[in-house]
């Protein structure tokens, strides 16, 4: 019997030295590492190159950022559906890649001062005959799912008044579907079909009339307040110190960033 007590003993208090082990050696490993939830096809702000690497506005950005802070920027790809939940159950830091700061959003997580000034916009094909919003009326529109651009069609007037509205996982297919006709119209964050307007000439057009100003910010975890004042001070600093002008500079040729 006290063989097997022993025995029993030994058996939890290795149990107990191996999880301790494991749980320091998690531990040392993610302290210095942030890591980022991105939509890895929204050019320019994070989107994969021709070697199949992360690059983008957002990318140069959160890496400098991670180095003000003393860490290393991990980027993870995600359902950008899915982004606050990720964000909520620890499997990323951040939210970062033209993350729309919304009231709605305010509810779910904790948002830096924003950084960047972007509008939902209107974009479609340069021989449509959409030239207004009120032209949008018995067409076909696509957009990003649960993006701030289904937000600002639905604060509209106008949505009322289209006739199918489809919802994509990304820009980049809502895009093939307006060049192939299946859509009439996108609604598109006026800094990603800047990009692809920039990079396939004449292909597209935006219309004067923009749905709603807007202003991007990175999410942090409800609760994570030390995180948030780290993360602002670092880049407060970088207004300071100019690397946010360079940066900006380098993706849009000007610097956009707001001081």
């Not at 702000?45 to 140069?60: K, S, Y």
């Not at 995600?78 to 729309?100: C, M």
């Not at 100003?213 to 780290?230: A, R």
Request: net charge negative; hydrophobic share 40%.
């Amino acid at each position: 019997m006290k063989k097997i007590l022993t025995l029993i003993t030994v058996s939890i208090a290795t149990v107990i030295i191996l999880s301790a082990c494991g749980s320091s050696k998690n531990n040392s490993a993610d302290k210095d590492v942030l890591v980022i939830g991105v939509d890895d096809k929204f050019a320019p702000m994070g989107f994969r190159d021709e070697n199949n690497e992360l690059t983008g506005f957002d990318i140069d950005y959160a890496k400098a950022a991670a180095e003000h802070m003393g860490m290393t920027a991990k980027f993870q790809p995600i359902d950008w559906k899915t982004k606050e939940t990720e964000l909520s159950s620890g499997r990323i830091d951040l939210i970062w890649n033209g993350y729309t700061i919304t009231e709605d959003r305010k509810g779910k997580v904790l948002f830096t001062k924003p950084y960047l000034k972007n509008a939902q916009v209107v974009a479609t094909l340069t021989n449509s005959d959409i030239v207004t919003l009120n032209d949008l009326g018995g067409k076909k529109i696509g957009l990003q799912g649960l993006s701030s651009a289904s937000d600002a069609l639905n604060a509209n007037p106008i949505q009322s008044k289209v006739k199918t509205v489809s919802e994509y996982a990304d820009n980049v297919l809502a895009l093939t579907d307006l060049k192939a006709g299946r859509v009439d119209a996108v609604v598109i964050d006026e800094v990603v079909i800047d990009y692809y307007m920039s990079k396939q000439y004449g292909i597209f057009k935006v219309i004067d009339e923009s749905l709603a100003p807007e202003e991007y910010g990175v999410g942090v975890k409800k609760g994570n307040e030390d995180l948030l004042k780290k993360l602002q001070a670092a880049l407060d600093k970088m207004n300071e110190d100019g690397s946010a002008a360079t940066i900006s500079t380098k993706w849009f040729g000007e610097d956009k960033v707001v001081k």
